[in-house]
């Protein structure tokens, strides 16, 4: 019998290991297929794509998906504005959400209730989008570039992670530091801060994607400035026109692209469109991932 249980004994974790390394592989072959699926299409000859066939690899090679794409000389710097936008609102974003959540993180601090009360309040009511964009025009930030960055500035979930993340942190590391002498806004920009390090890089991922891949609030408050066009809101312009003409977007564009040889299509124009949007934040995130996780388990435990 005790041959028997350690037999098992052994042959479980095997199997156990076994199973769960199929699974994950199954997770990431289903993950990954989407993904490399676009490219392959954005990176096809359209006409050859119409054809079928094209799942993880090119069967006729051409970048014309992409030349069509980039025809237009408002891309770049639409590009320009969607990276400045993204900057500003999670540099500022972090810094000032981080400073609210230490704040009523602060048990002193009489009227901490009550307006958490009000930030999560915004997360199940919301007045809707007319009285919105009423708001925005009589602040006088529409066709304005702070109208990307003013308005979601502070997210209420975001400031629950953070000031519960900052509630988990030992009292008496801001303790000693009043003792010699240190104010409020020094502690927590010498210590509170950087001690944040990992929620900090959650919520800046959060931030990040989201103002990157925002496109309506352009359409909604400066669609008639080309200026303040991000990349996001040309690309959703470039391909509905795509998918209303079914031809070559070059053409709309009227300029020398009508000669290239290779057929663009709606499904490879759409193709490449995701790749050109989603490619950034792929590079960003390997840099944050490893805070990820740990982040965002810490900053959601329950007080």
């Known amino acids: ?11 479980e974790p095997i199997v156990f290991h076994t199973i769960n390394t199929i699974f994950m592989l199954f997770v990431v072959a289903i993950t990954l297929y989407p993904f490399l699926h676009t490219l392959a299409v954005s990176l096809n000859d359209g006409s050859d794509t119409l054809a079928g066939g094209v799942y993880f690899w090119p069967r006729a090679w051409t970048l014309e998906n992409y030349r069509a794409v980039f025809i237009t000389g408002t891309i770049y710097h639409a590009a320009f504005i969607s990276v400045s936008r993204t900057v500003l609102s999670t540099v500022l974003g972090v810094f000032l959400t981080t400073m609210l959540a230490y704040t009523l993180a602060q048990k002193q601090y009489i009227f901490r209730k009550k307006i958490s009360m009000l930030f999560i309040l915004t997360m199940y009511f919301n007045a809707g989008l007319i009285p919105n964009y009423f708001l925005i025009k009589d602040l006088g930030l529409l066709h304005s ?61 959060f931030i990040a994607v989201g103002a990157w891949n925002s496109w309506f609030d352009t359409f909604l408050y400066a669609s008639s400035d080309i200026n ?4 996001q809101y040309e690309m959703m312009k470039l391909l509905g026109s795509t998918m209303s003409t079914n031809n070559d977007p070059s053409a709309l564009a009227g300029n020398q692209h009508n000669q290239m040889q290779a057929l663009v299509t709606p499904a490879s124009i759409r193709a490449a469109i995701t790749i050109v949007t989603a490619v950034p934040i792929l590079f960003v995130y390997p840099f944050l991932q490893k805070y990820f996780v740990v982040g965002l388990n810490l900053g959601s435990v329950k007080e």
């Open 1 to 11: 019998m005790k041959a028997v249980t350690k037999s098992s004994g052994r042959i």
């Open 145 to 205: 570039f702070m109208v990307y960055i003013l308005p979601s500035m502070v997210s209420a979930f975001n400031l629950i992670i953070l000031r519960t993340y900052i509630r988990s942190l030992p009292g008496s590391l801001t303790e000693s530091a009043k003792i010699d002498g240190a104010g409020e806004f020094r502690i927590f920009w010498k210590i509170i801060f950087p001690l944040c390090t990992p929620v900090l890089a959650t919520v800046a991922l």
């Open 228 to 231: 303040l066009s991000t990349l």
